[in-house]
């Protein structure tokens, strides 16, 4: 087995069960303990893994609880966020009855959708009337408005969308973990997005390769619920859980 290969498989086993020791490693791949340190430390240093005494385990998840504007956030992996807008246009089609997310790469969509004839329900006062100048149509969903996202949230907003049943739904996320699945750190904001989910027929959560192994305070969705598009995921026990759209 090539050097890289076996590295691989040692990555994605320790993803896996969280951890594992050289004497496990060992065996697993019929090679000598020196030789799986030196595997061990390269993966380390490439930043793929924590080297303990012993062994290695994942890398710590990320707690996150502050969320930027969405100025902050346009400036934040737009090429990456673009190709994930561009891929989830292309899977509306016009019979479609689509709930549109809040959020820096759900608005991106917008560009690539220009007649569509799909009709659109969205909790973004921004979304909405981009959607309208494109010529869609569309819906705006009733409730509190959070200034720093332009996003209509609060129980208000979620009973108004449980009256409606979605083709798709396409959803933003400030985290990606398999444990804690797809996560947001605003109580009203994760209200609305379970919701979408479980109104919607088929669930997209759009989120760059910055998001996985972050965990916000709120979990609106397990991994297991929803196909997530995304630039790149090098999480195999993410990928063993649920749908996986690379688009890079």
Do not use: W
Not at 23 to 28: G, P
Not at 60 to 86: H, P, R, Y
Not at 119 to 137: D, E, M, W, Y
């Amino acid at each position: 087995m090539l050097t890289q290969e076996r590295r691989q498989k040692i990555l994605d086993l320790v993803l896996h069960k969280g951890s594992a020791s050289v004497t496990e490693l060992s065996r697993e791949f019929d090679t000598s303990e020196s030789t799986i340190r030196r595997d061990l430390v390269a993966l380390s240093n490439l930043g793929k893994l924590n080297k303990v005494h012993g062994g290695a385990t994942v890398l710590s998840q990320e707690f996150v609880n502050n969320e930027d504007n969405n100025e902050e956030k346009f400036l934040k992996n737009i090429d990456e966020k673009t190709l994930i807008a561009q891929y989830c246009a292309e899977q509306i089609n016009d019979d479609d009855f689509v709930f549109l997310d809040a959020g820096t790469t759900t608005y991106l969509m917008i560009d690539y959708l220009e007649g569509s004839k799909a009709t659109f329900v969205t909790n973004g006062i921004s979304h909405g009337k981009k959607l309208a100048q494109v010529g869609c149509k569309v819906f705006i969903v009733g409730g509190e408005v959070k200034a720093t996202t332009d996003a209509i949230i609060g129980l208000a907003a979620a009973k108004n969308l449980q009256k409606y049943n979605f083709s798709k739904a396409f959803i933003g996320t400030n985290g990606v973990s398999e444990k804690q699945g797809c996560t947001t750190p605003d109580t009203d904001e994760a209200m609305l997005k379970a919701v979408a989910v479980e109104k919607s027929f088929v669930t997209y959560v759009l989120a760059d390769g910055s998001k996985f192994g972050k965990v916000s305070a709120v979990t609106f969705a397990p991994i297991d619920a929803v196909c997530i598009v995304c630039d790149k995921c090098d999480d195999e026990a993410i990928k063993e859980r649920t749908v996986i759209k690379e688009v890079v």
